[in-house]
């Protein structure tokens, strides 16, 4: 079963079939999943914020999250990454299929081994976003005839703010093309649970310094353009994990 987590924009999987919500009680809070058939597959939906985007990035239960999707079953996770574009080929409505991370949040519980009775685990980050699922992700845009931007670090800050130009220019210097609030310790909980991962990062305008300043109206029409081309992309890639090659 292959989970779909969801951020600012999505709220709803389009033309979801026979959907319930599942109550799941983890060791970290309890979590309503949905579950129901799509592209045909069973999928289970989490976006992330909430149904009405009351969960700002900083107070995410991200540990319950991913927990409850492997204690439903799932077996992989595709997640989307609404963005600002730090490289400058970069532009609103963009999508990148993300290969690697920076993590500048702080105070955010990023892993299951932090117990007294619990053994140390330092889990290997060398791949982040699993091979498998960026490939379908390359395979099903090729099918739309979609650009995609094969491979791009993304820089997670803490949020809820937006980044100041001088931290953007930091960010940039680091290798990051582009940057968001909710894209760890997602990341890193997912392997350390072993559930495969991937991200497509959504620019949905240009970070800090690089244009006019970021407005709410300006991200939101945005993700209104780009919406019915990323479900495409997530429905291609359903239809691949849930068929035997």
């Known amino acids: 079963m292959l989970a779909i987590i969801t951020g600012s924009g999505f709220y709803e999987v389009p033309g979801l079939l026979d959907a ?7 060791p970290y809070g309890a979590v309503e999943v949905t579950v129901g058939t799509w592209q045909g597959a069973t999928v289970a939906f989490l976006p992330r914020h909430g149904s009405g985007h009351t969960v700002p990035p900083h107070r995410i239960n991200y540990r319950a999250n991913l927990w409850a999707l492997k204690q439903l079953g ?10 600002g574009g730090i490289a400058r080929d970069l532009h609103p409505g963009d999508l990148v299929l993300i290969d690697q991370f920076i993590d500048v949040t702080r105070g ?4 299951f081994f932090d117990g007294d009775d619990l053994p140390v685990r330092h889990t ?3 791949e982040p976003y699993h091979t498998g699922l960026r490939q379908l992700l390359a395979a099903a845009a090729e099918d739309l005839d979609l650009a995609v931007r094969p491979g791009g670090t993304y820089v997670c800050t803490n949020g809820p703010r937006f980044e100041t130009p ?4 930091v960010y940039g210097r680091l290798g990051a093309h582009l940057v968001g609030m909710t894209g760890y310790p997602e990341v890193a909980l997912a392997a350390e649970l072993q559930l495969p991962y991937a991200a497509v990062g959504v ?3 240009a970070a800090a310094g690089l244009a006019p300043a970021i407005t709410l109206e300006d991200i939101i029409a945005t993700l209104e353009t780009v919406r019915p081309t990323l479900w495409a992309l997530i429905a291609g890639v359903t239809r691949r994990w849930s068929t035997p090659s």
Do not use: G
Not at 20 to 26: K, S
Not at 74 to 82: E, F, G, H, K, R
Not at 108 to 111: C, E, G, K, L, N
Not at 166 to 169: H, L, R, T
């Open 20 to 26: 319930r919500l599942e109550p799941i009680d983890t």
């Open 74 to 83: 799932c077996t992989a996770v595709l997640a989307t990454a609404v963005s």
């Open 108 to 111: 955010r519980p990023d892993t």
């Open 124 to 126: 290997d980050m060398t």
């Open 166 to 169: 001088a931290e953007i220019a």
């Open 203 to 205: 620019i949905s305008n």
